[in-house]
């Protein structure tokens, strides 16, 4: 077995060394009529060569995005990652380093996770980052517990534009920790109905959490919710799944948004089938130690050198334990500090430069397939690159058809937005050509032509 | 002693560099953005109020300053390819290069979450059959992959408990029995569930004696986590009948399965009595920590958890892998998508590498690694518990406290011989604990050097105290003020700020 450097000459020696005769004399202390009396019912062992072509093959049975045509957005983006990202990314001095509690053998993860940490918050305009949270859900979760710690509050006001993915894992999180989730209905206009706000006692109200670009792509109007809040205890929690729009758009702690919280992974990380993602999680001052998760901190060593460490970690569970802000240890670091290539690597002007080219994109998108009779788009209010559509027809046979034309369409919202009927939510981005744009609208024209 | 090598640490040429944003000059351009093939098409940008013209402070950096500055950082790292990493607790074993390239295939990374079922069968069986392995592993019958790290492993747990007494009726069933050796997630995490930790002792061999939970045996009781081989690297012996007590009085038993590395092959933990336990791929199944993360914490349930794990779960039938949402008792969902499925991939791999045998082997070397260390360090250094250990050994300052040395100065001493000090101060029952935990990956040669570095600490403790009480004078860094860091807090750099690093 080439991952143990023993020889079986060596484990003769070390045997003696500690002075038994095998190794079994060392587990007597595991009950005989428990330790396994044979092998495990696992596949035998592979070559390097062999798992090599077996898992080439594996992956075969997967379609990506760059073999086909993909619209495809809903809480995880494609983006052209530069080769540098990568590259920086995967060195081993990041890859296989331990969280950094012994700072002095540990300063470039450190140094690189502030540097994330303030990128954050230029990005959503609040002046507190955490070191990264599993994904955007969790971090929405997190965020709502945080309200309720913050203002011993128990409602927690849910927009129903929120990602239906990330609503069911706050209500995972919050079942037993006596909050009540009231829903804040769709407006018309494809932004959040916060008439229900109305209806609520101030007094109970823990925190509002909105997501923009919501989940049907609409940007909201985040001051006009601000402006809504009564109690200066309730939070007021910005959702975003696409981190890219906010490189483009106004951001939300410049509009009064108290937690910025969402998914990253639009910043330098592939699809990946789901994760590893990045959660982030940005705060108010006066928040900062309620917050949960780790988070860098600048200081001195014992020759007065600049350096970075864990801090605040009094928060954490493996101080407080049962009294910890948060049960997370593990993060995403390797994922932040790839973001922060990433955005190091865009810079200033690339990312806004990139940002917009997702605005154009998908705005070409969505003024082709306006022209397809058969085919409307609900909501007028400004895009990132994500927007909503509705048709008339059998959704099967739409999917059907487009299997068969060799594209990967849109989110179905049928499921969770039966009151748009036959609709779904599609993304265009800067990997998106106009020749896939352009056969993806045909695709659809053509189809519409058929069931008319 | 059979060690004529020199230590592996020496002093060398280490570039200095600033912050990133120190780095930039004003239109300064690091990227290369696509082509704009829409030349002509005119789209309206939304207006000022929800538009932003500039991203204040952003670096503005080329493309060599930017590769610089992160080879420079990460050279300021230590990691398990640079040198050995006994962190007790952490597993900080091998983590093979070919599992790397793996999870980087394009049809794995480039796969988006919401492709339709038939477009992405190969993610599908993956992780359908990396299930299976954990299955056997465990010895239990039903696993969830979603879990994104040990304590989200340890919360789907809990409230997969919590939500069994729930179906039962049994909502007084809230205390959730603790050793004082855990980990400070199993607390944490329980709270979130909506239970209670009841703190117990630890008997005088560090081991849970069976008599300290007698007293918690009641229709209050929601059930027991342990952590098998316990935080001190011993097995809890008595582990299968304290599960039946706690079965018989009506509770659960979870297993923290972050020390599984000691156990796979030798003993399944289901057949122990757990109930539920979380598995840390990246400690056992050798994906690397990042940093910090990302991590994987699949979670292992026996047959009367299983309704509960979180959607979806994957289920085949005779042509295909599909996900399972109809499940009404679940406890709902973890994370957006399916987990942290990059790090399933090279887990997946490293499992089809090892094979059963190896996988045995991998659990067995674990063990004779770490009595080979406790064992030449037994005379040194003071062990709280000397017997037989598994996977790690913990031993304390109590000898080198007479010299005014600390657990501390011992970790940050290690730092100038060239290795990575072991996990100090825990578990907080020892007291200035260090606990020891060299993995498989190790050579005998590695050992030797690290068991002698620890040797001549020894020595200089008693004879030059001084040089141990101001390590560490290798690193770049001397050691940090973290009082000062949460004094006066500075997360972040602004334009303004003073210091320079």
Redesign the interface.
Known sequence: ?H????TEE??R???K???VSS?D???????AK???KQ????????S?QT??R???A?????????S?P?F?G???Y?H?V?A?VR??S????????????????????L?????Y???M???TGL???N??M?????AAAEAALLAVRSSRNNVIAVSKTL?P??R??L???T???GVSLLELPLADNGQTDLSPLADTDPKSLAGIMIQSPNMLGV?E?V?STKSSIINPKTLLIVVVTEALSL?????PGECGADVVCG?AQSLGL????????LGFFAVKDNL?RKMPG??????????G?????N????R?????????T??????????A?TS??Y????????????A??N???S??LK?GIQKIKGFSIPFEG?VFNEFTITYSGDTESL?KHL?EKGI?GG?DLRCTYPELGNAMVVCAT??N???EINQFVSALAEWAGEVS | MNCKDPFPAASGLIFDEPLIFKRSVPGRVGCSLPEDDMEGFSFDLPDDRYLRQDIHGMPEVCELDMVRHYTRLSQWNYSVDLGMYPLGSCTMKYNPKVNEELSNIPGFSQCHPHSPIHLSQGSLKLMFELADYLKEISGLSAVSLQPAAGAQGELAGMLMIRAWHLNNNDEQRVNVLIPDSAHGTNPASCVLAGLKAVEIKSGSDGRLDPEVIKPWLNDSLAGIMMTNPNTLGIFETHADTISDMIHQAGGLVYMDGANLNALMGIVKPGDLGVDVQHINLHKTFSTPHGGGGPGSGPVAVSDKLAPFLPIPIIEKDDSRYFLQWDRPLSIGRLHGFFGNFAVMVRAYAYIRTLGPEGIKKIAQTSILNANYIQEQLRDAFHLPYPDVCKHECVLNDQLQSQYGITTMDIAKRLMDYGFHPPTVYFPLIVQGAIMIEPTESESRRNMDQFINALLHIAREAKENPEIVKSAPHLPKMKRLDETLAARNLTLRWTEDEQGDT
């Not at chain 1, 004399?25 to 009950?31: A, F, N």
């Not at chain 1, 594996?58 to 760059?66: D, G, I, K, S």
């Not at chain 1, 592939?270 to 993602?277: E, K, L, S, W």
């Not at chain 1, 801090?311 to 009094?314: D, E, H, V």
């Open positions: 077995m991952y143990i450097p023993l060596e484990c020696q070390m045997l060394v500690i002075g190794i004399d060392l587990l007597k202390d595991i009950p428990k330790r396994l092998a495990l019912n696992l596949p035998e062992a592979m390097e798992l090599t077996y898992m080439q594996l992956a075969q049975n997967n379609v990506t995005h760059e086909l993909c495809m809903a809480g995880a494609r052209f530069p540098a590259s920086m995967a060195r081993s001095e990041f890859v296989t380093a331990y969280t950094p509690y012994q700072p002095e053998i540990s300063q470039g993860s140094q690189a996770m502030f540097e940490q303030t990128m918050t230029q990005l002046p507190v980052s070191a990264s599993y994904d955007g859900a969790m990602n993915a990330y069911t894992v209500e995972t999180y079942a037993n920790a940007i109007d001051e490189a483009a758009l106004k951001p998914e592939p699809v990946n089938y789901g994760g590893p993602y900062v780790r988070v860098v901190g600048m200081t001195v060593d014992s020759d050198k600049c350096g970075f460490v801090t605040l970690s009094t954490e569970q493996h101080i407080r334990r049962d009294k910890a948060s049960n997370i240890c593990t993060n995403q670091a390797l994922c500090i922060a290539m955005m190091t690597c865009m810079g200033r002007k690339g990312l806004r430069e990139v917009l080219l605005m154009k994109k705005a070409c003024a400004p999917q299997a990967i989110y800067e990997t050509t106009l020749d």
